[in-house]
């Protein structure tokens, strides 16, 4: 059951979504301009989810090899 509700969890906020890669906001900014990845501003809050994040994760990987 807990797989399943972190698939559909949102993250909400630059500090939740960078704890969630464990990375640096900075980077997450470099990565949303420059590669794609998965999260948007939305009235002033940044926003993504974990499904969106570990498609994202995964495509790169395919790309990669």
């Known amino acids: 059951m807990a ?3 972190k698939q559909t969890d ?3 906020g630059m500090e939740a979504i960078a ?3 464990h990375r ?3 980077t997450i900014l470099g ?6 990845f998965p999260a948007k ?3 002033g809050r940044w926003e993504s ?3 969106l994040i570990d498609d ?5 990987i395919r790309e990669a090899s």
Do not use: C, H, N, T
């Open 24 to 26: 640096s906001p900075a």
């Open 3 to 5: 797989d399943r509700k």
């Open 19 to 21: 704890r969630y890669v």
């Open 10 to 12: 949102p993250l909400v």
């Open 56 to 60: 994202w994760r995964a495509q790169q």
């Open 41 to 43: 501003k939305i009235d």
């Open 31 to 36: 990565w949303v301009q420059e590669r794609g």
């Open 49 to 51: 989810s974990v499904s």
